[in-house]
């Protein structure tokens, strides 16, 4: 199908710092966060007065900011009166860029204040401020009376919120020759904590053909004790989801599939209940069959994203050789329809001379240029949705682009665009548009916001010293060609955040009826463009945000003149 190219007016043309009140997604407003994906574990909340703008970078909307001891890059749990969270020990400058170690933190959360830090020592060291996730990466879960911090490279501990140590437990993480990829994050269950790692030596499951495979398993928050192990393996690459189906079961979807040879088989999906009575069991698996134009492997199938259910439908990705969005029965995990991403799309690229959005309307990416990336003769672009970087809202499945990213055993050969876009996929209709937007934005005091389009940007990876501590140069670029592991987004109320490595976070109206620059409401940032990083998302409670970069905390408020 001919594409259609018409330029948007000028109104148009830049991101607005337009705050719009967005209603609540039920009548009680989220008063505590108390692990990463907020207080049900679906990466969604109540939240009508969460900030839709602010800079750390001019000092706007920040209520307070904590430096913290090191780098690191989990998020924020969030009780009545604390915040916990988690860094790397300090280093000699001169020590080797990877530690085992991790300091855990408690700070008072109206001040910031720093109350108490304990040391938590893993078993596998990890790379710092790796661009896939470290032994930081894990965020940590807390109630009201005791918090669960974690080094993902092998060690649970339960403290009281005095800091006196309740429990620990040690877990096995995966060999050396897989590279430290923990990006699924810890998921408070009841009475649970879930995490996906190996079995022990000792565990009643184990199967020693099968000892580098990963598994959902489950510890009683009161003592540690290891209460049950999912019946199917999930890849360690993959963030589970926890959510309701329609007959009222808690349950916890988690994958199979992906690079460097994950071992786990077979490559898929399953959904593992959280019921009474079957805990760990599988409710269903769906096994993609292989064709000529879609081989079973780890290329085709990754299961490298964040994996969103609600009562109706599961979600999941399918890369190569076409792109499509799946969308599964979540009762039955039954194929209810792939939706193709690259076929027919609204693209709105964003074009400085002509001061404004470009929209090519019902475009086939395939025939598509890529000004920012030039192809070569016979490539061509190719949608590949950024790991991890995906939510479901409003009806949509919202997911970041990777940019000029060639790994991926395309046909025909190419790269993957839209260049720096934001996708959606309406769950229903099929409908996809993308968004580009922009790297980042330099913001410099009583100066003029100079947003940066299509151009492939560096930052700086310091503790608060200045001092440079990540041990890979992958970690000092935007993450947009590299693929790295952003935070998984949260949506607060109708608003949702998506944060990159520059410290950047997007907040985007998702009610928005095109996906243009006025569904764009704000470019916020966590510190001066080039000077900061981070690989956490925001956390939220009682109107005020709570986010970090490698060197501080801060809490985000927005204030009345600032408020529409």
Same mark, same amino acid.
């Given at each position: 199908?001919?594409?259609?190219?018409?330029?948007?007016?000028? !109104?148009?043309?830049?991101?607005?710092?337009?705050?719009?009140?967005?209603?609540?997604?039920?009548?009680?407003?989220?008063?505590?966060?108390?692990?990463?994906?907020?207080?049900?574990?679906?990466?969604?909340?109540?939240?009508?007065?969460?900030?839709?703008?602010?800079?750390?970078?001019?000092?706007?909307?920040?209520?307070?900011?904590?430096?913290?001891?090191?780098?690191?890059?989990?998020?924020?749990?969030?009780?009545?009166?604390?915040?916990?969270?988690?860094?790397?020990?300090?280093?000699?400058?001169?020590?080797?860029?990877?530690?085992?170690?991790?300091?855990?933190?408690?700070?008072?959360? *109206?001040?910031?204040?720093?109350?108490?830090?304990? !040391?938590?020592?893993?078993?596998?060291?990890?790379?710092?401020?790796?661009?896939?996730?470290?032994?930081?990466?894990?965020?940590?879960?807390?109630?009201?009376?005791?918090?669960?911090?974690?080094?993902?490279?092998?060690?649970?501990?339960?403290?009281?919120?005095?800091?006196?140590?309740?429990?620990?437990?040690?877990?096995?993480?995966?060999?050396?020759?897989?590279?430290?990829?923990?990006?699924?994050?810890?998921?408070?269950?009841?009475?649970?904590?879930?995490?996906?790692?190996?079995?022990?030596?000792?565990?009643?499951?184990?199967?020693?053909?099968?000892?580098?495979?990963?598994? &959902?398993?489950?510890?009683?928050?009161?003592?540690?004790?290891?209460?049950?192990?999912?019946?199917?393996?999930?890849?360690?690459?993959?963030?589970?989801?926890?959510?309701?189906?329609?007959?009222?079961?808690?349950?916890?979807?988690?994958?199979?599939?992906?690079?460097?040879?994950?071992?786990?088989?077979?490559?898929?999906?399953?959904?593992?209940?959280?019921?009474?009575?079957?805990?760990?069991?599988?409710?269903?698996?769906?096994?993609?069959?292989?064709?000529?134009?879609?081989?079973?492997?780890?290329?085709?199938?990754?299961?490298?994203?964040?994996?969103?259910?609600?009562?109706?439908?599961?979600?999941?990705?399918?890369?190569?050789?076409?792109?499509?969005?799946?969308?599964?029965? *979540?009762?039955?995990?039954?194929?209810?329809?792939?939706?193709?991403?690259?076929?027919?799309?609204?693209?709105?690229?964003?074009?400085?001379?002509?001061?404004?959005?470009?929209?090519?309307?019902?475009?086939?990416?395939?025939?598509?240029?890529?000004? !920012?990336?030039?192809?070569?003769?016979?490539?061509?672009?190719?949608?590949?949705?950024?790991?991890?970087?995906?939510?479901?809202?409003?009806?949509?499945?919202?997911?970041?682009?990777?940019?000029?990213?060639?790994?991926?055993?395309?046909?025909?050969?190419?790269?993957?665009?839209?260049?720096?876009?934001?996708?959606?996929?309406?769950?229903?209709?099929?409908?996809?548009?993308?968004?580009?937007?922009?790297?980042?934005?330099?913001?410099?005091?009583?100066?003029?916001?100079?947003?940066?389009?299509?151009?492939? &940007?560096?930052?700086?990876?310091?503790?608060?010293?200045?001092?440079?501590?990540?041990?890979?140069?992958? !970690?000092?670029?935007?993450?947009?060609?590299?693929?790295?592991?952003?935070?998984?987004?949260?949506?607060?109320?109708?608003?949702?955040?998506?944060?990159?490595? &520059?410290?950047?976070?997007?907040?985007?109206?998702?009610? *928005?009826?095109?996906?243009?620059?006025?569904?764009?409401?704000?470019?916020?940032?966590?510190?001066?463009?080039?000077?900061?990083?981070?690989?956490?998302?925001?956390?939220?409670?009682?109107?005020?945000?709570?986010?970090?970069?490698?060197?501080?905390?801060?809490?985000?408020?927005?204030?009345?003149?600032?408020?529409?």
């Amino acid at each position: 199908m001919h594409h259609t190219l018409r330029l948007l007016v000028a !109104s148009c043309s830049a991101p607005l710092l337009l705050l719009v009140g967005c209603a609540s997604m039920g009548s009680s407003e989220t008063r505590v966060w108390p692990q990463a994906a907020g207080p049900d574990a679906t990466w969604k909340a109540n939240a009508a007065a969460a900030p839709a703008s602010w800079s750390a970078a001019r000092n706007e909307n920040i209520a307070w900011r904590t430096p913290l001891p090191n780098a690191g890059q989990g998020g924020i749990a969030v009780t009545r009166d604390k915040l916990f969270i988690e860094t790397f020990a300090r280093q000699d400058p001169n020590a080797p860029r990877q530690s085992n170690e991790v300091l855990c933190h408690a700070l008072d959360r *109206a001040t910031g204040k720093l109350l108490w830090s304990v !040391s938590l020592k893993g078993g596998r060291a990890s790379p710092q401020l790796y661009a896939f996730s470290d032994s930081t990466s894990w965020t940590p879960i807390a109630d009201e009376s005791r918090v669960w911090f974690f080094n993902s490279g092998g060690l649970i501990a339960c403290y009281d919120h005095d800091g006196h140590e309740l429990w620990r437990q040690g877990f096995p993480t995966q060999p050396e020759h897989f590279p430290f990829n923990r990006q699924c994050e810890p998921i408070l269950a009841g009475d649970d904590i879930l995490i996906v790692a190996p079995l022990a030596d000792d565990a009643r499951q184990r199967d020693p053909a099968k000892a580098e495979w990963n598994y &959902l398993q489950a510890f009683d928050k009161t003592t540690g004790r290891l209460r049950w192990i999912a019946e199917d393996a999930c890849t360690f690459y993959c963030t589970p989801c926890m959510g309701t189906l329609a007959d009222g079961r808690r349950a916890v979807l988690v994958g199979r599939g992906g690079p460097h040879g994950v071992p786990e088989t077979p490559i898929g999906l399953s959904m593992i209940s959280l019921a009474k009575g079957e805990e760990g069991k599988a409710i269903w698996r769906f096994s993609p069959a292989a064709s000529e134009h879609a081989p079973l492997d780890g290329t085709t199938w990754m299961a490298l994203y964040t994996l969103h259910f609600d009562e109706k439908y599961a979600y999941w990705f399918r890369n190569a050789p076409e792109e499509a969005h799946v969308v599964l029965d *979540a009762s039955t995990g039954a194929l209810v329809r792939e939706q193709p991403l690259a076929r027919t799309a609204d693209v709105r690229r964003y074009s400085a001379a002509g001061h404004g959005y470009q929209l090519f309307a019902d475009a086939n990416i395939r025939k598509l240029d890529d000004p !920012s990336y030039p192809l070569a003769a016979g490539e061509s672009l190719h949608v590949l949705p950024e790991w991890h970087a995906n939510i479901v809202a409003n009806g949509y499945h919202w997911f970041l682009c990777t940019t000029n990213n060639r790994r991926n055993g395309y046909a025909p050969p190419g790269h993957s665009g839209p260049a720096h876009a934001l996708g959606r996929v309406h769950v229903e209709t099929g409908r996809v548009e993308y968004l580009e937007l922009p790297v980042g934005v330099a913001r410099e005091p009583g100066a003029k916001d100079i947003f940066r389009y299509g151009e492939s &940007l560096r930052t700086k990876t310091v503790d608060d010293r200045g001092i440079e501590i990540a041990d890979e140069d992958r !970690s000092r670029t935007d993450g947009w060609e590299i693929d790295a592991f952003f935070p998984s987004p949260v949506v607060l109320g109708d608003k949702l955040y998506i944060t990159t490595a &520059l410290g950047v976070t997007y907040v985007i109206d998702t009610k *928005a009826a095109a996906l243009d620059a006025r569904a764009l409401l704000s470019v916020s940032d966590l510190g001066p463009l080039g000077d900061t990083w981070s690989m956490s998302g925001p956390s939220y409670a009682d109107g005020a945000l709570y986010h970090r970069n490698a060197r501080e905390i801060m809490a985000i408020r927005e204030t009345p003149a600032t408020t529409r």
